[in-house]
């Protein structure tokens, strides 16, 4: 019996050929968005978690919730001092940052 091939791809399949290989320009812009977008995602998931507002975590914080909103709906860009006062102060984790080669 000749076995079906898969009419699925995956996820890394699909962005090389949307968006090129990793190193194009077009692809580089994809990976610096999707970058962001995760940050706001991670943190919203690591705050539901806690099982905390918005507001709660600004209060924690020292900030204001709109801020919270706008860095976990990638609107706004986040520092890293603030981000790790965020992710440490706020939700009591610690913040790990990797460089890849």
Known sequence: MKAKKSKFISLDQLVDTEFGKSGQERRDEFDAGYQSFKLGFLLHEAR???????????????????????????????RLSTLKKIVEVGLGGQLHISIDF
Do not use: C, F, P, R
Request: no cysteine.
């Open 48 to 78: 539901m978690h806690q099982g905390l507002t918005q507001e709660e975590l600004a209060l924690k914080v020292g900030t204001t919730k709109s801020y919270i909103s706008k860095i976990e709906n990638d609107v706004k860009e986040v």
